[in-house]
């Protein structure tokens, strides 16, 4: 099946009267009350969802696993060889944290790999990882009540009449994961977990929270919201805003909480204590750093790889190293002192720091000028820092209501984000828009948009 025939059948719907506009006036309304919003702004501002043929999403599936396996071997080696881990460049107090035995063996229980897969008309396609999120992956409950209000809209609706459509979930598999670890730390499933999901009141991602424990408490499961400032470790026993609780849903990044505490906080000391099962631990550093990408694609560390891991590697992953002086191999495979190189070739290159989130700091090489570019690179050098390869962007048209009620079908940049479990599974998928190159909702624009895979219906 052609997703691209899908998609201009949906778009020719929007053209019959009335329906666009009733679909918005749906969409907007729902989206109010389940305040599906970041921040203060609504997540979604398009009509249409990303839409996957079966085919395209087995792709982006297997594709995806294959990377995700080797990231998880990966960080198992890097766990028990400092020489390895040297390479992602963790703090000491990130090192004391990686160190600290958390009750089970997965790093990443949850992640999120950032790609673009790009389809283009000749029936070509690229996949590119960009970006490793091992922390805390957001938008697992925004997708998949996203996806829910979707179905809705009159549009998706009378689509529904042609196509049939397969939700991809994620909530209910990051419960089974945060179960399974749970019941491997606790070494009984004798009880449910009491869930503390932690992260700062001000954060724009606030709103998710709320659908998490709403979901939770579908499947009787307790959990409070708390701020780390709200947390105390007394007499064996955490508590999250006076509750007590045995198991951390660590939305904060370790990063921001080191920052604010050290090592001096209720979270570390409950997870030393092993009186509360934590995800992700904070051995997931060793994939969120942004060097994590040069760990896979660098030629030092090929021997680490199996010939299939290799392959996909050169497939998949862009070129990334970290940026300091040395003799490496550039993307063609051809010696190259790093530092006069990456100033040379600014126009194929990104700049991004090792350890933040949003696009703080990520400098867009053919959208930087010579001279910003250099003074970039050279405090790079001094700054854990990684330059990456540009990769092929996707761009797809989404329709949008225009303020004099029409819709404007334009093309927008589109990212695909599969969600990973127990470091080896996909489910689900955030798919992230932008008409700024800087594709991040957290960067202050975008938008979010659920993902279906569509299949024709028969006559």
């Known amino acids: 099946m052609n997703s691209l025939t899908a998609i201009s059948r949906y778009h020719d719907l929007l053209s019959r009267p009335g329906l666009a506009n009733d679909s918005w006036d749906l969409l907007?309304?729902?989206?109010?009350?389940r305040n599906m919003v970041f921040g203060e702004r609504p997540l979604c501002t398009v009509l249409r969802p990303l839409f996957y043929s079966p085919e395209e999403w087995r792709y982006l599936v297997n594709r995806t696993e294959l990377i995700l396996r080797l990231f998880d071997r990966l960080a198992s080696l890097m766990l028990d060889d400092a020489e390895l881990r040297a390479q992602i460049h963790a703090t000491p107090e990130e090192e004391h944290l990686i160190r600290i035995d958390h009750g089970y063996r997965s790093t990443?229980?949850?992640?999120?790999?950032?790609?673009?897969?790009?389809?283009?008309?000749?029936g070509s396609r690229s996949l590119g990882f960009v970006e490793f999120n091992g922390e805390s992956p957001a938008s697992m409950a925004y997708s998949d009540v996203l996806g829910e209000l979707f179905l809705?809209?009159?549009?998706?609706?009378?689509?529904g009449q042609l196509y049939a459509l397969r939700k991809l979930p994620s909530k209910r598999p990051a419960l089974d994961e945060f179960l399974r670890v749970y019941y491997k730390w606790r070494g009984d499933?004798?009880?449910?977990?009491?869930?503390?999901?932690?992260?700062?009141h001000d954060v724009p991602t606030a709103s998710e929270f709320d659908l998490f424990v709403e979901f939770f408490a579908e499947h009787g499961v307790t959990a409070v919201i708390c701020d780390?400032?709200?947390?105390?470790?007394?007499?064996?026993?955490?508590?999250?805003?006076?509750?007590p609780v045995d198991f951390v849903y660590k939305r904060v990044l370790t990063s921001e909480l080191l920052l604010r505490y050290g090592l001096n906080h209720?979270?570390?000391?409950?997870?030393?204590?092993?009186?509360?099962?934590?995800?992700?631990?904070?051995?997931?550093?060793?994939?969120?750093?942004?060097?994590?990408?040069?760990?896979?694609?660098?030629?030092?560390?090929?021997?680490?790889?199996t010939a299939d891991e290799q392959q996909a590697v050169k497939a998949h992953i862009p070129w990334t190293r970290t940026v300091e002086e040395r003799s490496t191999i550039d993307p063609n495979g051809n010696p190259i002192d790093l530092l006069p190189w990456a100033s040379a070739n600014r126009e194929s290159l990104v700049l991004k720091p090792n350890d933040e989130y949003g696009g703080k700091g990520v400098r867009i090489g053919w959208e930087t000028q010579q001279p910003e570019w250099d003074a970039a690179l050279a405090a790079a050098a001094s700054e854990p820092t990684v330059v990456?390869?540009?990769?092929q962007i996707a761009y797809?048209?989404?329709?949008?209501?225009?303020?004099?009620?029409?819709v404007a079908i334009d093309p927008r940049l589109v990212d695909s984000d599969p969600f990973l479990f127990r470091g080896e599974r996909v489910h689900g998928c955030l798919c992230r828009l932008s008409s700024e190159t800087l594709l991040n909702v957290t960067a202050g624009g975008g938008s979010i948009v659920p993902v279906f895979v569509v299949e024709e219906k028969d006559a």
């Open 152 to 159: 809705e809209m009159p549009v998706m609706q009378e689509f």
């Open 28 to 33: 907007t309304a729902r989206m109010a009350e």
């Open 396 to 406: 797809e048209e989404f329709p949008a209501m225009t303020d004099d009620g029409g």
């Open 189 to 200: 499933s004798s009880k449910l977990p009491d869930i503390a999901i932690v992260d700062w």
């Open 388 to 391: 990456q390869e540009r990769v």
């Open 228 to 243: 780390p400032e709200e947390m105390e470790f007394t007499n064996g026993r955490l508590y999250a805003s006076g509750t």
């Open 108 to 122: 990443i229980p949850t992640a999120r790999l950032d790609s673009f897969f790009a389809r283009n008309q000749d």
């Open 266 to 305: 209720p979270i570390v000391d409950a997870l030393q204590a092993r009186a509360i099962c934590l995800v992700n631990p904070f051995s997931c550093k060793l994939l969120h750093k942004k060097a994590s990408l040069a760990v896979a694609s660098d030629e030092r560390n090929a021997h680490l790889l």
